[in-house]
């Protein structure tokens, strides 16, 4: 028997990356000896905070914490979640049914698609989206129905308008990546009483719940009265503690929900590294400063991106969170759809962005700038994209 890989029908599903060509430029164009100026890829350029990797290492010298660990997080680490989310959000959860650790938000949300889905079951996901949004509904073998989450204005007649299709689950993320929308507490309320009204559970994944700027707070979706019976909402410990390559996060909420991806995880994993999980432990327990200073270095240097861009002709709402901004196309490039533009943008500007159609069809009058170079590359980037409009 030869091994076709035209057999493995996943594979079928999951459609090549549309990053994937605007990487490829991009590498090529740095073998050359270009210097591209890089907002691709969401992935933070600082440092992890010096106390949280004191307590790594200190916690990695010791033996008892090299064997397996706990698959659902370490009871203290488990206690430590439910008193932040008490801290911050003034919600009281069970540590024990009411939260879970994940190996990153990625992980978790896909293993939950995996724990609540049957083959064909249909998820309603945002258009556009962060890819495993949509992604870790096709690896459980579901059908996806998408929501347009492009407009404001329209957005929850938009989501209803999909739960009418009676999906089994529903899935939000504000403050949003790619479009950085942010939403208020009365948006989740209102939420809770879709998902009754349709018996919808929700996914709310909160990852960029501490990049917020100019006095925004965002909400937690489990502050919203009812939500805790309606669904669950992931964290993840990447963007707020600079500890992306680490992989760890949790998921709270609904007990019921907790408990399939616990019961799955069980099976698939024995927990994350135990020093990580320990220092994870020291990043929510101890001083907050870091969490506010890396959000100050999104903060400047999305005003810098689009003060910048402003200055040249192109002009963008200021985010109010996250670590992107979401740019529509200029006019006179809006024919060229948002692949071909990242790909001028490399070629003319030596300038790399992700187009927004890799995020879902609604997503291609966007391109998304991710904030992970300095402020000097940023104004860099700013004048050579001056050419783009004389
Ligand atoms: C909305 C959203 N969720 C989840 C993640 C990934 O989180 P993690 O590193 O915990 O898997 C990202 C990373 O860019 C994201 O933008």
């Known amino acids: 028997m030869s091994i076709n890989s035209e057999n493995f029908s996943l594979l079928s599903k999951l459609p090549q990356y549309v990053f994937s060509s ?29 106390h949280i990797i004191e307590k790594l290492l200190e916690s990695a010298i010791q033996g008892r914490n090299h064997r397996y660990s706990v698959s659902a997080g370490l009871p203290k680490l488990r206690l430590a979640i439910t008193n932040w989310y008490k801290r911050n959000y003034d919600v009281e959860l069970d540590p024990d049914n009411e939260t879970i ?130 669904g669950v909402e992931s964290f993840s410990l990447s963007k707020s503690y600079n500890m992306a390559g680490w992989r760890v996060g949790f998921m709270s909420g609904n007990r019921e929900v907790i408990s399939a991806l616990k019961r799955v995880k069980s099976y698939l994993d024995y927990g994350i590294f135990q020093p990580i999980q320990i220092a994870a432990i020291t990043a929510l327990n101890e001083t907050q400063d870091c969490v506010k200073q890396t959000a100050n270095i999104y903060k400047e240097r999305r005003n810098r991106l689009v003060d910048g861009l402003s200055k040249i002709g192109w002009e963008i709402e200021l985010p109010k969170a996250t670590m992107f901004v979401w740019a529509k196309i200029p006019e006179q490039y809006l024919g060229m759809g948002s692949l071909e533009f990242s790909k001028k943008l490399i070629k003319d500007c030596k300038v790399a962005v992700s187009p927004g159609v890799g995020f879902g069809p609604s997503g291609d009058e966007f391109v998304r700038f991710a904030l992970i170079e300095n402020e000097q590359r940023i104004q860099q980037a700013a004048r050579s994209m001056k050419k783009l409009f004389v």
């Not at 089994?168 to 998902?195: E, G, H, M, R, Y």
């Not at 709310?204 to 925004?216: L, R």
């Open 101 to 230: 650790v994940t190996i990153g938000s990625k992980e978790g949300l896909s293993h939950l698609m995996i724990s609540l889905l049957a083959p064909g079951e249909t998820v309603l996901v945002p258009d556009p989206c962060y890819p495993i949004h949509s992604y870790s509904v096709l690896i459980a073998r579901g059908n996806i129905k998408e929501y347009n989450s492009i407009k404001d204005e329209n957005l929850l007649m938009n989501i209803e308008k999909g739960l009418k299709t009676k999906p089994k689950a529903l899935i939000i993320s504000f403050p949003s990546n790619p479009t950085t929308q942010t939403v208020d507490i009365d948006f989740f309320t209102k939420i809770v009483d879709l998902a009754k009204k349709y018996s919808v559970i929700v996914i709310h994944d909160f990852a960029y719940a501490d990049i917020c700027f100019d006095n925004y707070k965002a909400p937690s979706f489990l502050q919203a009265s009812g939500a805790m019976n309606v």
């Open 22 to 50: 605007v990487n490829e430029l991009k590498y090529e164009a740095r073998k050359k000896g270009e210097d591209i100026i890089d907002f691709g890829m969401g992935n933070p350029d600082q440092p992890t905070p010096r």
